[in-house]
Every structure is written in structure tokens, then in C-alpha cells.
């Protein structure tokens, strides 16, 4: 990768501060992409600014975050948390107050990353403002999530629309898999030589392998018996209830097994049906099969705590109905255990069925019931998939391949608009909000 001068970019994203890692209740797989990506970018020499939205009374105008990164809280309606589908109509005036803010500090972009379908219909305005090249990722589709979802899906009615034109605007678009890059081909029909797979990744050093005993006590788990781990949102979609139902087969299948289900996650740290409603229907499912002395709820835990609980477990089980990417499968790889994961989106193409795990048909109990029961019973097995869990992640899905990939890129679109990259850099104390 060459850049010739350090090149500033205007990373957009509404809704997903890397901040919000620190504890917020809507922090997921976007959350964490903006953090790794800026953060290696940021080390590589690039500078990266990265608007959100001011989302509670604390938050100042501008944060350093690290080297080279920099978190501009933009306001935009009441500073709190909003739910994500009800951001939209708070954009105009996101928008307004970022392109404000980029024109009374006179900053000079070379170009945008925007992230998320409403970030893109902003960056969409800073590019005819600022006539800059524009590269998006969107995370997620909204057409492969009305599929999915149908009335249950409660985005804005004019999501695939503001996606289409997203689409068209972007001078290339980022795709985590390739299935991701079959969406955007074949459901809206973007030209494929503007669509770049970069694979979304995993940090290696935060999550490593311990040995299950260790970790069993570091998280105080007193368990004799295997353990079956989900790490992740619990929501619907993530069909946490297919997991306890499989759960249940196995025991009845294989009652000398002895299996806990450990699930890690929900909106906050004490597991609470209110919070997370899904939570209140998986109790209600576990109660009627019988299950209450095999499931534990953990709750939501940080980032940085959550190797000793992928580790804790025997084997991670994801399946949802479908996975735009999936992160949570490659860090419990990257702790060295294996998964069973949903044949579906990301999760096909990083899990490598009988070699880090299985690939199971979603909304199956039976079949993952199965492999559970094979897993469970082959420590052999069990243990060379989790060693080649490790070594995949190692060598295909690091943040630092990430970053590099998406700089190489940068370089890409900044060659392809012969775009002189500014060399005005201000001192950071010159930029504020008034
Ligand atoms: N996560 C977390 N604490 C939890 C559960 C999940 O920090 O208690 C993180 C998890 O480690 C992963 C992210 O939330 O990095 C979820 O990302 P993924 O892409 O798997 O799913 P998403 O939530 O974006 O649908």
C-alpha cells in the first residue's frame, strides 16, 4: 500500500459509535467494525474522523479516541439513546450539523467511508458538497431483511430506496462475503467490478485460547459436565430458541451427555426480561421443556472479557435465519473453539464446514442437535477444529488485513478521481462545535 500524502477521510456512522463499546445497549458487530477499522487505519498514518450521533448529556463535541482517530458527536434530536429504526428522521438535521461543522473548522476531506444506509445518504451529501470520492458499507440489506423478518421488520418504508441510491452514489461499495456482494448484485443490481469483498475480521490478541478450566473459573462457572456456548445479541433473528430446542434433543437423545447451554448476552449485564424481551420468551420455552437446570443466562459483558467465556465452553453454536457477517463466529475461532453456525450470509464463509465446525441448515433443531451430539462426543475432533478455528482466523481475518485491504482501496478511489490529497492539517484545538 502506497499513499504518497496522509490522507484525511470522514468516516459516517450514525447509530454505531465505537464508544458505545464501552457499555452502551445497542453496540454490536457495527460498533466494533468502526472502532478496529479506524483504529489500524489511524496506525497506519491515515486520519480518520468518525461522526455519530450525540447520543447522552456527557458526550463533548470532539474526542480523541486514538492515534490519528478522532469521534466528532454530531447533534441530532434528543441526546439519548434512540432506537436504530427511528433515526431516520432525525438524518436532515445530522447532516446539516456535520456538513456545518466540516465547514466552520474548513476541513478538507479526501474522501468518505460511510457505514449503514442512513450514513450513506449523508455521505451522499458531503460528496456533492465537497466532490469527494465516497466509499460505503452497508452492514446490512433491507431487502434481505424484509425476506427475512416480513411484519416484524420495523425500518423506515423508505430504506431500500435510500439504499438504491446509496448504491448508485458510492464509488465502491464494501462487501464483508460473498454473499454479501450477491446481494448487492443480483437484488439491486450495483455493477460487480464496484463492489469490494473485505472481509470483516477479529482482534487476535483480545481474543485468544485459555485452557476450559482456567477459563471456567476466571468466569466462576462450576460446571463438571460440557458446555455449549452463544455469544451475541438475543433478539429473534439470532433464533436463540432453536439452540435451547436442539439443546433439548440432545439431552433426551444422549441423556449421559450432561450438556449446559451458557448464553452471553442482551442488553444489559444482569440478564433481564424487560430489557430483552427475548430473554422473557426463552425462560417461558425452558421452563415448559424442562431445561431450567441446563441453561444460564449470563448477560451482556465487554468486549474485553469475552475470550474467557468463548473459552469457558466446549463448543459456540450460532444459527440464525440469516447473518449479514457474523463476528461472534470468528472470535470464538480465533479462542480456538469450534462452531456450528448457520449455513447462511457471513457465517458460510467463515466457518469452514468440517474443518473449524458445521455448517447447519437454520431453523433445524434436529440436525444441529446432531452434530452437537458428534462434537460432544469426539474430543479428537473437537480439538483439531478448534486449533484450525485459530489458525484460520490468524491467517484470513485479522483487522490489520481489514485495514491494509481497505486502504488499498482508499488508494483506488483516490487514483480514479486523480484527487490531490489536502495537506492542511489543523491543530486539534482548532476544531469545536459553537
Ligand atoms: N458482544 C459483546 N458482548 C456481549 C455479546 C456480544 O460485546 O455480551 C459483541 C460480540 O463480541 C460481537 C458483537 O457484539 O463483536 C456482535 O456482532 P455480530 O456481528 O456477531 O452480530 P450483530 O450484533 O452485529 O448482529
Not at 151 to 174: F, G
Not at 198 to 227: C, Q, Y
Not at 323 to 339: I, K, N, S, Y
Amino acid at each position: 500500500m502506497h499513499l504518497a500524502e496522509r490522507p484525511k477521510v470522514a468516516f459516517i456512522s450514525e447509530h454505531a459509535s465505537p464508544a458505545a463499546l464501552l457499555g452502551g445497549v445497542d453496540a454490536g458487530g457495527q460498533n466494533v467494525y468502526v472502532d478496529e477499522i479506524s483504529r489500524n487505519l489511524g496506525a497506519m498514518g491515515i486520519s480518520v474522523d468518525i461522526f455519530t450521533r450525540l447520543d447522552s448529556p456527557e458526550s463533548p463535541g470532539v474526542r480523541n479516541w486514538s492515534k490519528g482517530v478522532r469521534i466528532i458527536n454530531v447533534p441530532a434530536g434528543p441526546k439519548q439513546h434512540v432506537f436504530r429504526d427511528d433515526l431516520w428522521t432525525l438524518m436532515p438535521e445530522f447532516t446539516r450539523n456535520m456538513l456545518d461543522f466540516i465547514k466552520r473548522n474548513n476541513i478538507r476531506y479526501d474522501l468518505i467511508h460511510s457505514n449503514f444506509w442512513m450514513s450513506g445518504w449523508a455521505a451522499t451529501k458531503l460528496k456533492h458538497r465537497a466532490n469527494i470520492p465516497m466509499i460505503h458499507i452497508f452492514h446490512a440489506m433491507g431487502k434481505t431483511k424484509r425476506k427475512h423478518q416480513g411484519d416484524m421488520d420495523t425500518s423506515p418504508t423508505e430504506r431500500i430506496t435510500i439504499e438504491q441510491l446509496v448504491a448508485s452514489e458510492a464509488d465502491y461499495l464494501i462487501a464483508q462475503c460473498p454473499s454479501e456482494k450477491l446481494e448487492l448484485t443480483e437484488d439491486y443490481g450495483v455493477d460487480p467490478a464496484k463492489v469490494v469483498i473485505i472481509p470483516s475480521a477479529v482482534n487476535i490478541e483480545r481474543f485468544r485460547p485459555i485452557g476450559k478450566e482456567a477459563a471456567r473459573t476466571l468466569i466462576g462457572l462450576d460446571w463438571r459436565g460440557p458446555v455449549i456456548g452463544y455469544v451475541g445479541r438475543i433478539i429473534p433473528r439470532k433464533d436463540v430458541r432453536n439452540i435451547v430446542l436442539a439443546l433439548h434433543k440432545v439431552i433426551t437423545n444422549k441423556p449421559d451427555l450432561n450438556p449446559l447451554l451458557m448464553l452471553v448476552g442482551g442488553e444489559t449485564r444482569e440478564p433481564d426480561p424487560k430489557a430483552t424481551p427475548e430473554i422473557g420468551v426463552l425462560q417461558s420455552m425452558i421452563l415448559e421443556l424442562g431445561l431450567q437446570d441446563r441453561v444460564i443466562f449470563i448477560g451482556k459483558r465487554q468486549p474485553d472479557e469475552l475470550y474467557a467465556y468463548y473459552s469457558a465452553a466446549d463448543l459456540i453454536v450460532t444459527t440464525p435465519w440469516y447473518e449479514p457477517f457474523g463476528l461472534t463466529p470468528l472470535e470464538a475461532m480465533a479462542c480456538g473453539r469450534p462452531v456450528i453456525g448457520s449455513n447462511v450470509g457471513g457465517i458460510a464463509f467463515t466457518v469452514s464446514d468440517g474443518e473449524t465446525g458445521y455448517l447447519v441448515p437454520p431453523k433445524s433443531p434436529e440436525t444441529l442437535a446432531a452434530r452437537i451430539i458428534e462434537l460432544l462426543d469426539k474430543d479428537d475432533l473437537r480439538e483439531r477444529m478448534g486449533s484450525n478455528a485459530r489458525h484460520r482466523v490468524v491467517k484470513l481475518f485479522t483487522w490489520e488485513r481489514a485495514a491494509e485491504l481497505t486502504a488499498q482501496l482508499y488508494v483506488k478511489a483516490l487514483s480514479k478521481k486523480l484527487h490531490i490529497a489536502n495537506t492542511d492539517y489543523r491543530k486539534e484545538s482548532d476544531y469545536e462545535y459553537r
